[in-house]
């Protein structure tokens, strides 16, 4: 059971976050709160996160953006969405402020990028292809896995229904590439799996992913406690996390445990490898590894070549 609750936004809908990824982007986020339910969303520590099966959805966006835009002298290159919530979660509201936000941005000659577990509707995809150039999207993929997908991520699409995304957003002209973060390690990051992910997003010509692993905080732990049934495996996924150290994310007043830098090291160097046998270009996030790279994860593509990154040159 869901419950949704609109609300007047009072700020300013569009914010620059820190974030070295966001390379200085305006963000804008259409709800809090997020009907994926995935057990490692890290707004579940938020102050106001408004609790599991809750969405807040802040139902005067689109007019919020159309009034800032019209004040700003030049107007942003890219907006992105969404830092806390996922635009295209199944959520008639949500959904509607996401398409009258990206068309007022769109019409404007704003470019929109995101960051989505969802599958966006026809209504997206025509707008979409009628802004040419200017849309381009990360699909979320923890793992090509349906059952740990649907362990991880109980409220989210099948990943069946994520790789027919991906097709329907290049049909429509957007630049697509997959995000695979978290990496759970012990559980997404087996040779096996990363094998069967990396050949699935080659299959569907993507030539880009961006990784990085678990950040752990203790509303995660309680969660992965909670929604992993099998005692074992959680206690696996978890007890590395003993050996690692809090790592604040670069350009956030936020900090995590981190897994060992040696294991984040080889996980990276193992899909890597994949990934350039099948001409796809690994980007590892530096926001949450500072201490094995300062490269980008392209959350957004507006970020300067320079944060441009390859595994023969991040460590």
Do not use: W
Not at 53 to 75: H, M, P
Not at 280 to 300: A, F
Not at 303 to 310: K, L, Q, V
Request: a positive charge.
């Amino acid at each position: 059971m869901v419950t949704v609750q609109d609300v007047q936004r009072k700020s300013n809908a569009l914010s620059v976050s820190g974030l070295q990824c966001l390379a200085g982007t305006p963000s804008v986020n259409i709800s809090v709160g997020c009907v994926h339910g995935c057990l490692y969303c890290y707004t579940q520590g938020y102050r106001q996160y408004p609790g599991k099966g809750q969405v807040v959805v802040y139902s005067n966006t689109a007019d919020q953006v159309r009034t800032e835009l019209k004040r700003k002298r030049i107007k942003p290159h890219v907006v992105y969405f969404c830092p806390s919530c996922d635009a295209f979660q199944p959520v008639e509201q949500v959904l509607d402020q996401t398409l009258r936000t990206m068309q007022e941005l769109l019409d404007h000659g704003v470019g929109v990028e995101f960051v989505t577990k969802g599958t966006p509707s026809e209504d997206f995809l025509t707008l979409f292809r009628s802004h040419p150039g200017l849309v381009a999207g990360q699909i979320g993929l923890t793992s090509v896995n349906e059952s740990l997908a649907a362990m991880l991520e109980p409220g989210a699409p099948s990943v069946s229904r994520r790789l027919e995304a991906v097709v329907a957003l290049q049909d429509a002209g957007v630049s697509v590439s997959v995000r695979a973060d978290p990496l759970i390690h012990g559980l997404t990051d087996t040779d096996v799996e990363f094998d069967a992910l990396v050949a699935a997003c080659a299959r569907l010509s993507v030539r880009s992913m961006a990784a990085s692993y678990l950040f752990l905080r203790p509303a995660i732990r309680g969660a992965l406690v909670r929604g992993i049934p099998d005692s074992l495996l959680a206690d696996r996924i978890l007890s590395p996390y003993k050996n690692g150290a809090e790592v604040p994310v670069q350009g956030s007043t936020s900090c995590g445990r981190a897994l060992p830098a040696a294991i984040r090291r080889a996980g990276f160097e193992r899909l890597g490898s994949r990934c350039a046998d099948h001409g796809i270009t690994l980007h590892i996030c530096g926001c949450k590894n500072p201490d094995l790279t300062n490269s980008r994860c392209h959350l957004v593509r507006s970020a300067p070549p320079s944060g441009t990154a390859n595994l023969t040159t991040l460590f």
